[in-house]
């Protein structure tokens, strides 16, 4: 094992995370747009439960408001804010964050960590239609200059397919120009929210009785509540952004969500009241009561702010839906590196760090996008649907929370008490969603179900490919030293290469697959100076540029275990460079002066990278089951990205073998938890990447 030499890691979101007006808005802009939106069609969801506007009492109303109000101070600010932020992974959040800090206490903590972001996904991809769906509804007979442009609701989806299409399309471009608008469209948005509601509270005090818990515990049993319990499905769309703040929590810092939250918290509880006046004071009006998707936020806007209204609303609703879409690019990108998404081709489109799109994951969205618009039509029935996935995710936050608190030593009747506080409420608010399952609760149920299951199929068939429990012909590299020297030194072969580099799967010292040994031995003899064997480990920790080395005594054989974060772009090439250069330096392989170069001085040779694809092999030997998991994860692997492509190679040397996958099972069994080893990095080194980066541009 190598020397160690240590640097204090950077996190490349850090600029962000000191407090400034700067930093605040973009916080606006990144974090809260999800929860910033539901004034558009909680308090319509919630008339629509019991009737209509014609149909409500003044308890009702009160009642109603306080559920609301509630609710995004229980789950948004107690569970999210002053809870869950402190649940951070060097500074990230979102529920893989979560996971990869607490895995290591239960192998089952990866089934919770992949049903809640499958839900996160499918809730993910409704959101955008909703949002801009809802918007767009506030034009219908709206008069611009004495015409009204919308005014059947065929030209309201026509409306929201276009802007959602052309929302879609433009992220392969980046939202770096766009985003810098982001924070103050939205700190008009919540300005906005907070004065209308504030005009009408002024009005009448007595709203603010719907702040005493007591009005929301009896109109949960009050007849005059028509839904019962089950108004809480509706309640609920208050705080669905509320998962979405801790997951954006590495885009801004915590600090920056402190200090924004309260205001924000303050203008969305004064609008909420703002319309519970204005409902009170119309709920006679019989041409409201007979308008069918009457929206109280629109209905209760002076007509002389009512285009603003609209115009400014259709923005907030595109600016959450774009943080959604970016938002489920890094949630994909985080489940690929932990192994429990297929690879998906990554793009980088600016020179923003972390800014990434991801083509077949738009694509998809987008799809999936427009056809919810066309199924459901209205925001109200798109409504039935929303809030079920994230219920769900919600719940398997707060089950790993629990193993979050544990692992911080906090008594297990304190961790107990706040979990099943937390608990209990999300699994009443499940329930009360589910009632909405047949009116359109089951389409986000088959979105995340799909999802849920290519996560199994991945993951599970990973695991049994890779699982000591099967024989799967790996071999000692010490049992071919003597062949590597020999071949090394054999003049009568040309070079393959400099550097061989075979791209691994062991994290066994000595260990590697027989694949591998018989390309370079016995399918063609590949002569090189240095034959590297290299694994890539995901660590726990976001941001890990780490790898230790193994030479076995000698200067021709090197065994590299690569240890990159969860968010780190898996570029093996520009990693083995930075390696190469290292081990040269300490004298543990010799220089490589290379005679033809364009490149003064270089004493670092040429590389050839070497990778194997299995296909399963008809001689098999597995159960049924298992057998058609390996196969659809193949199947899967046919749609993925080019593995050369994946470690950043398409440019590079590359070699890439296709042998029979032969499978044999074992007495001993291990589960699907197995997949995601976590492995040691005390004894690492750690990679300066960025002066490679320019080396490789340059070399290239």
Same mark, same amino acid.
């Given at each position: 094992m190598k020397d160690i030499y240590n640097k204090?890691?950077?996190?490349?979101?850090?600029?962000?995370?000191?407090?400034?007006?700067?930093?605040?808005?973009?916080?606006?802009?990144?974090? #809260?747009?999800?929860?910033?939106?539901?004034?558009?069609?909680?308090?319509?969801?919630?008339?629509?439960?019991?009737?209509?506007?014609?149909?409500?009492?003044?308890? #009702?109303?009160?009642?109603?408001?306080?559920?609301?109000?509630?609710?995004?101070?229980?789950?948004?600010?107690?569970?999210?804010?002053?809870?869950?932020?402190?649940?951070?992974?060097?500074?990230?959040?979102?529920?893989?964050?979560?996971?990869?800090?607490?895995?290591?206490?239960?192998?089952?903590?990866?089934?919770?960590?992949?049903?809640?972001?499958? /839900?996160?996904? %499918?809730?993910?991809?409704?959101?955008? %239609?909703?949002?801009?769906?809802?918007?767009?509804?506030?034009?219908?007979?709206?008069?611009?200059?004495?015409?009204?442009?919308?005014?059947?609701?065929?030209?309201?989806?026509?409306?929201?397919?276009?802007?959602?299409?052309?929302?879609?399309?433009?992220?392969?471009?980046?939202?770096?120009?766009?985003?810098r608008l982001f924070g103050p469209v939205m700190a008009v948005w919540f300005t906005f929210l907070g004065v209308t509601g504030l005009f009408y509270v002024f009005q009448d005090f007595t709203i603010l009785r719907a702040l005493n818990p007591i009005y929301a515990i009896r109109i949960l049993f009050s007849p005059e509540n028509h839904s019962g319990i089950f108004i809480l499905g509706s309640v609920f769309l208050a705080t669905t952004g509320a998962e979405a703040l801790y997951s954006d929590m590495g885009h801004v810092g915590a600090k920056n969500i402190y200090a924004s939250w309260p205001y924000v918290c303050v203008c969305l509880v004064f609008n909420y009241l703002g319309q519970g006046v204005w409902i009170l004071n119309n709920r006679n009006n019989a041409v409201l009561a007979a308008t069918p998707e009457m929206n109280p936020f629109y209905s209760m806007l002076p007509k002389n702010i009512l285009i603003f209204?609209?115009?400014?609303?259709?923005?907030? /609703?595109?600016?959450?839906?774009?943080?959604?879409?970016?938002?489920?690019?890094?949630?994909?990108?985080?489940?690929?590196?932990?192994?429990?998404?297929?690879?998906?081709?990554?793009?980088?489109?600016?020179?923003?760090?972390?800014?990434?799109?991801?083509?077949?994951?738009?694509?998809?969205?987008?799809?999936?996008?427009?056809?919810?618009?066309?199924?459901?039509?209205?925001s109200s029935h798109m409504e039935a649907a929303y809030g079920l996935a994230i219920t769900l995710t919600m719940l398997m936050t707060t089950m790993l929370l629990y193993q979050f608190m544990r692992l911080k030593k906090i008594k297990p009747i304190f961790a107990g008490f706040i979990v099943g506080f937390f608990g209990t409420i999300e699994t009443i608010f499940f329930l009360s969603s589910l009632v909405k399952f047949t009116h359109g609760g089951y389409v986000t149920a088959i979105i995340a179900l799909s999802i849920l299951t290519i996560m199994f199929i991945w993951s599970y068939g990973g695991s049994i490919k890779s699982s000591e429990t099967y024989q799967a012909n790996a071999v000692s590299i010490l049992s071919f030293k003597e062949q590597l020297h020999t071949l090394s030194n054999d003049d009568s072969i040309p070079y393959f290469a400099t550097n061989l580099i075979a791209l691994c799967k062991s994290h066994a010292p000595t260990k590697i697959k027989r694949d591998i040994m018989y390309s370079i031995l016995d399918k063609r003899p590949k002569r090189a100076k240095v034959y590297w064997f290299v694994t890539v480990n995901v660590t726990d920790e976001p941001y890990t540029q780490k790898y230790t080395v193994e030479t076995y005594d000698t200067d021709y054989i090197v065994n590299v275990q690569l240890y990159l974060g969860f968010r780190v772009d898996q570029k093996i090439n520009v990693f083995m460079r930075q390696v190469v250069k290292d081990l040269m330096q300490d004298g543990t392989i010799l220089r490589q002066p290379q005679k033809y170069t364009i490149i003064p001085d270089r004493q670092v040779g040429d590389f050839s990278f070497l990778i194997i694809k299995d296909e399963l092999s008809p001689e098999t030997e597995l159960p049924q089951f298992e057998k058609f998991i390996v196969r659809a994860r193949l199947s899967l692997e046919r749609f993925t990205v080019a593995p050369d492509r994946w470690y950043g190679l398409e440019y590079a040397d590359t070699s890439i073998e296709h042998v029979p996958l032969m499978l044999h099972s074992v007495k001993k069994r291990y589960s699907i938890y197995n997949h995601l080893k976590r492995v040691p990095v005390e004894e690492t080194r750690e990679m300066n990447v960025d002066s490679e980066i320019d080396d490789q541009e340059n070399e290239d």
């Amino acid at each position: 094992m190598k020397d160690i030499y240590n640097k204090k890691e950077s996190n490349p979101k850090s600029a962000l995370k000191k407090v400034s007006v700067a930093t605040i808005l973009i916080t606006l802009g990144v974090v #809260y747009g999800d929860i910033g939106t539901s004034p558009l069609y909680v308090m319509k969801a919630i008339l629509a439960d019991n009737g209509g506007i014609g149909k409500v009492s003044t308890d #009702y109303v009160i009642g109603s408001l306080s559920l609301v109000f509630w609710t995004v101070m229980i789950m948004t600010t107690f569970k999210y804010v002053l809870i869950a932020l402190k649940a951070d992974n060097k500074g990230e959040g979102g529920i893989f964050s979560l996971y990869t800090l607490v895995r290591k206490r239960h192998r089952w903590l990866i089934v919770i960590a992949m049903i809640g972001g499958a /839900a996160l996904l %499918a809730d993910g991809m409704l959101t955008p %239609a909703v949002t801009v769906t809802t918007a767009i509804e506030g034009l219908k007979g709206v008069k611009f200059f004495g015409e009204s442009l919308i005014t059947e609701q065929s030209q309201v989806i026509i409306t929201t397919i276009i802007i959602l299409s052309v929302l879609f399309f433009i992220q392969k471009f980046g939202t770096n120009s766009i985003g810098r608008l982001f924070g103050p469209v939205m700190a008009v948005w919540f300005t906005f929210l907070g004065v209308t509601g504030l005009f009408y509270v002024f009005q009448d005090f007595t709203i603010l009785r719907a702040l005493n818990p007591i009005y929301a515990i009896r109109i949960l049993f009050s007849p005059e509540n028509h839904s019962g319990i089950f108004i809480l499905g509706s309640v609920f769309l208050a705080t669905t952004g509320a998962e979405a703040l801790y997951s954006d929590m590495g885009h801004v810092g915590a600090k920056n969500i402190y200090a924004s939250w309260p205001y924000v918290c303050v203008c969305l509880v004064f609008n909420y009241l703002g319309q519970g006046v204005w409902i009170l004071n119309n709920r006679n009006n019989a041409v409201l009561a007979a308008t069918p998707e009457m929206n109280p936020f629109y209905s209760m806007l002076p007509k002389n702010i009512l285009i603003f209204g609209i115009i400014i609303s259709t923005l907030a /609703a595109i600016i959450a839906s774009q943080a959604l879409i970016s938002g489920s690019y890094t949630l994909v990108s985080e489940a690929i590196k932990l192994k429990i998404l297929p690879r998906l081709k990554i793009i980088y489109p600016s020179n923003i760090k972390g800014q990434l799109y991801m083509p077949s994951v738009n694509n998809l969205m987008w799809v999936i996008c427009v056809l919810i618009v066309f199924y459901f039509k209205t925001s109200s029935h798109m409504e039935a649907a929303y809030g079920l996935a994230i219920t769900l995710t919600m719940l398997m936050t707060t089950m790993l929370l629990y193993q979050f608190m544990r692992l911080k030593k906090i008594k297990p009747i304190f961790a107990g008490f706040i979990v099943g506080f937390f608990g209990t409420i999300e699994t009443i608010f499940f329930l009360s969603s589910l009632v909405k399952f047949t009116h359109g609760g089951y389409v986000t149920a088959i979105i995340a179900l799909s999802i849920l299951t290519i996560m199994f199929i991945w993951s599970y068939g990973g695991s049994i490919k890779s699982s000591e429990t099967y024989q799967a012909n790996a071999v000692s590299i010490l049992s071919f030293k003597e062949q590597l020297h020999t071949l090394s030194n054999d003049d009568s072969i040309p070079y393959f290469a400099t550097n061989l580099i075979a791209l691994c799967k062991s994290h066994a010292p000595t260990k590697i697959k027989r694949d591998i040994m018989y390309s370079i031995l016995d399918k063609r003899p590949k002569r090189a100076k240095v034959y590297w064997f290299v694994t890539v480990n995901v660590t726990d920790e976001p941001y890990t540029q780490k790898y230790t080395v193994e030479t076995y005594d000698t200067d021709y054989i090197v065994n590299v275990q690569l240890y990159l974060g969860f968010r780190v772009d898996q570029k093996i090439n520009v990693f083995m460079r930075q390696v190469v250069k290292d081990l040269m330096q300490d004298g543990t392989i010799l220089r490589q002066p290379q005679k033809y170069t364009i490149i003064p001085d270089r004493q670092v040779g040429d590389f050839s990278f070497l990778i194997i694809k299995d296909e399963l092999s008809p001689e098999t030997e597995l159960p049924q089951f298992e057998k058609f998991i390996v196969r659809a994860r193949l199947s899967l692997e046919r749609f993925t990205v080019a593995p050369d492509r994946w470690y950043g190679l398409e440019y590079a040397d590359t070699s890439i073998e296709h042998v029979p996958l032969m499978l044999h099972s074992v007495k001993k069994r291990y589960s699907i938890y197995n997949h995601l080893k976590r492995v040691p990095v005390e004894e690492t080194r750690e990679m300066n990447v960025d002066s490679e980066i320019d080396d490789q541009e340059n070399e290239d």
